[in-house]
């Protein structure tokens, strides 16, 4: 398997956990975990080209609970697939944990996200044929991390974390709305990617599950993840150490706690 440069996997199988070890080629304490400078994205189309990012400037810090709002079609979509790596950028840097990501390739581009970028969608995106835990352990397969029996304890662990040990082996289709997400998230967590990207996982769940996947969210952070949010539901912005708001692709505003 290749390394992408400053950034090194281990697995360690001490008391049945699977955990990655990271080299930065910068302290955390001496630059932003996230930086995004003047990102621009263009798309040609028959009837034109079409400007989806328009010059993005902001920075993140690590263990920072971010949170994008704006409309539809603002482009908040457009920016989650250039931190994720899914899109290439026009012009402009990405820099997440000292990794300018907007230069790999798309070989290192894979690894880097399977290595660091757990992404949560607002339609779980469960493999239908698969149970939770087969989910779970396709993330750790993709990087060559999987290993009989360790791999399982770990997922086990995440199920707990996300009270879904009782679902481990059912089939996404007989899970509730609220459980598919949850069950999603432990999937994103597979790796333990130091960045969450959230892509409006709670639009389809009603106000109290949202509240359970908030909460999820809160404990994240305090474990020292950084989650990157984006929505419409101003509920969460309570909860949120940034803000930023974008709209028709500039970001028009920015408040941090």
């Known amino acids: 398997m290749g390394i992408v440069t400053g950034c090194t996997c281990l697995i360690q199988a001490g008391q049945g956990m699977i955990r990655l070890q990271r080299n930065t080629k910068t302290s955390m304490a001496e630059q932003s975990f996230i930086q ?51 899109d290439t950028v026009t012009s402009g840097e990405i820099i997440i944990g000292g990794e300018a990501i907007h230069t790999f390739n798309e070989d290192q581009m894979a690894l880097w996200r399977g290595l660091n970028v757990g992404v949560i969608y607002q339609s779980f995106q469960l493999l239908p044929k698969l149970t939770i835990m087969d989910n ?29 040990t009782d679902q ?21 967590l597979a790796n333990d990617p130091p960045l969450i990207v959230a892509d409006e996982p709670t639009g389809n769940l009603d106000t109290n599950t949202a509240e359970v996947i908030f909460n999820l969210f809160d404990l994240l952070v ?19 150490d940034r803000i930023l708001y974008i709209n028709d692709g500039e970001l028009v505003d920015q408040v941090s706690d």
């Open 36 to 86: 995004v400078k003047d990102l621009r994205k263009n798309y040609h189309t028959p009837a034109g080209d079409y400007i989806a990012l328009k010059g993005l400037n902001f920075s993140l810090n690590a263990a920072e609970f971010a949170v994008m709002m704006g409309k539809s079609g603002a482009g908040k979509s457009t920016l989650v697939n250039m931190l994720t790596g899914v």
């Open 136 to 164: 779970i352990l396709i993330p750790m397969d993709f990087c060559d991390l999987y290993v009989p029996g360790k791999s399982q304890e770990w997922a086990m662990s995440i199920l707990e974390k996300v009270e879904l």
């Open 168 to 188: 481990a082996h059912k089939f996404p289709s007989t899970l509730s709305g609220g459980q598919q997400q949850r069950a999603a998230i432990a999937r994103a």
């Open 222 to 240: 305090q474990e020292g993840k950084t989650i990157f949010f984006v929505t419409h539901d101003e509920a969460i912005t309570s909860r949120a």
